[in-house]
């Protein structure tokens, strides 16, 4: 792709409204936050190649708001990713979720997970990083946020790039990843996992599995729980012995209400507990 018809690309590239084609048909026991008292909607974050779509919420009144990245399934950013941005901003939070798969394409009009996972593996984690920085540059110069309250938190895709983000930006404050991949074989676009970096991590990370995750093997997750001890970050990995991959995902199948409703509610204290 030219550099020129790229840029173009990103300039007109828009959010997905809705659930993404890909996870109909949606869960009758959807969680769903409005946006009364909130100023909720689409944003434009300028990057070193453009503009990235974003769906940025914040409470409507105040300033100097603690920042939250919040990190995309492999999905995109769809309703269920922008929901949890507003259930964010109900608790006084500026809570942003840029749109990182862009470049790469529009995952949210494919209509399986085979479609989405070769763009998916396109996608660079400099690239992501890159972006990363341009959000919380944005949220501080434009959107009232306060830099020195910083946390991130991702979901399945997002809950790998959690953990990098952590040890990329000194700023952060605290992260949680939610049943993101933590082991995995180095590409030239994917050249670092979690395991590879979580002894040197400067913030703490709160990791949150599902037991019977099929996907990322419990072997994984003890590795990187041995690794931490080396770690100074005092990060933290929970276990849901019954929980499989997904259980946040009240959209799915898979979503688990007594698991979900606890590791909500351990990020919460995980964010307040490390100054976000």
């Known amino acids: 792709m030219q550099e020129v018809t790229r840029r173009k690309f990103i300039a007109t590239a828009t959010l997905a409204t809705g659930f993404a084609l890909a996870v109909q048909p949606i869960s009758a026991g959807v969680i769903t936050t409005d946006d009364k008292g909130l100023v909720a909607g689409a944003v434009k974050i300028p990057v070193k190649d453009g ?9 409507a009144t105040g300033e100097n708001f603690p920042i939250v990245l919040v990190i995309q399934e492999i999905f995109g950013v769809h309703e269920h990713i922008q929901d949890i941005t507003r259930r964010f901003a109900r608790l006084g939070y500026l809570a942003i979720a840029p749109e990182l798969f862009i470049r790469q394409g529009d995952v949210s009009k494919l209509s399986s997970i085979d479609e989405i996972r070769p763009i998916v593996a396109k996608v660079p984690d400099a690239q992501v990083l890159s972006d990363l920085d341009a959000t ?13 309250k910083l946390g991130i938190t991702g979901f399945c ?4 790039i959690t953990w990098l983000y952590a040890a990329h930006n000194p700023n952060v404050k605290a992260g949680v990843a939610w049943y ?4 995995g074989d180095a590409t030239e676009l994917q050249p670092q996992y979690p395991i590879d970096i979580v002894s040197t991590l400067k913030a703490p990370v709160l990791g949150l599995y599902g037991g019977k995750d099929t996907g990322i093997p419990l072997d994984t997750v003890e590795q990187v729980r041995d690794r931490l001890k080396s ?3 005092k990060s933290e990995i929970i276990v849901y012995p019954d929980a499989p991959h997904a259980f946040f995902a009240d959209y799915r199948p898979s979503y688990r209400e007594k698991e979900a409703k606890d590791g909500w509610k351990r990020l919460l204290a995980w964010f307040k507990q490390n100054g976000v």
């Open 180 to 183: 993101g991949r933590l082991v």
């Open 136 to 148: 919380v540059k944005w949220a501080k110069k434009s959107a009232k946020g306060n830099g020195e």
């Open 51 to 59: 503009e990235i779509p974003a769906y940025r919420a914040a409470p």
């Open 157 to 160: 895709w997002g809950g790998r």
């Open 231 to 233: 770690s100074s970050s």
